[in-house]
């Protein structure tokens, strides 16, 4: 290869400093610098416009229901400003914490699953397929049987069992290094092993909590209120920034572990505190609304191809993960009837279908 071509494909493939992942790193195509990041203006736009879609959603999912309201219903009942009190009740107590749950979790997933998937280098490593979300459902199942039903005490057992079944699952995969293929294989054996112990535990536990926690488990956005949701938002959200402290290392790790440490990445520290911070991310989902499976699987991919990025993009995986929660609620609410399902019953049907999808398409490229 020549200097010049050599010049030329180095550039196309190393990030300049800044780069957020799921860029394309591409000459060609417009870049906007914000806090000192270079961003892909089609990431940009395609994110908003998945989260303009998804808060059309949302606005649908306050309207519909058995007392049924208007567009200016709505705007008024957000602001308690309905003539009715029913009007202000329906809209700011019973809907709205609803739609902003699956919003802000679904969000939470996105990233989630966007960070696993980079540093895993593989469309399968995110956490409900490597058992993080297992182990965090596990370390819930226990508080829930240990303490009862409270959300502090469910939240605070789901992220101490997310982050020991990362220690397990790191430790095992740990041979000079982390390899994203051994991680997720051990990370399904895990999850197996755990399934188990989860219906051991049930099966032990009185009816009432059994009952509590099987329902949990389904993943489920019924009846959840304000003092649950206030803290999971606030603590999603801040994980989620977490994460995009973490961009530009993480962009960098997608390039193989010897090209990020002579970029002066400190890889397995790095990808330590990565683990850490989107462990933590799906365990408060996970306490606030039970393991909700496939958004994290699938949000990452789907961003990534409406971008057109290279690599997966923590904003757009973001957008298309509150997207797809907040549609699938609206279908688990609204498409059996007066039967409401819950909305991990919708996402794993539909998570299944593009499972099967994606293992094609990757085995057509062995």
Known sequence: MKTSQLAVHERTLTPRPGTLPGERIDFGRPMLRVFGFRLDIRVLVTAGIVALLALACGFAGLMLGKFSLTPGEVFQGLFGLAEKNIVNTVVGEWRAPRVIAAIVLGAGLGVSGAVFQSLTRNPLGSPDIIGFST???TGGIVTI????????????????????????VYLLTWKGGVQGFRLIIVGIALTAMLNAFNTWLILRADLELAMAAATWGAGTLNGIGWSTIAPAAVATIVLGL??????????????????????????????????????ALVAVVTAAAGPIAFVALAAPQIGRRLAKAQGTSLLASAAVGALLLVAADLIAQHAFGDLQLPVGVITVSIGGIYLIWLLIQEARKA
Do not use: H, Q
């Not at 009862?148 to 982050?163: D, E, H, K, P, Y």
């Not at 193989?256 to 790095?270: F, I, M, Q, W, Y």
């Open 135 to 137: 182990g965090a459902y």
């Open 145 to 168: 049987i240990v303490f009862g039903t409270s959300f502090i005490s469910t939240a605070a057992g789901a992220i101490v069992g997310g982050l020991l079944t990362a220690v397990v």
């Open 242 to 279: 977490a994460c995009g402290l973490f961009a530009r290392d993480l962009g960098t790790l997608e390039l193989g572990d010897d090209t990020s440490k002579a970029l002066g990445v400190r890889n397995e520290p790095v990808r330590a505190a990565l683990i850490v911070v989107a462990v």
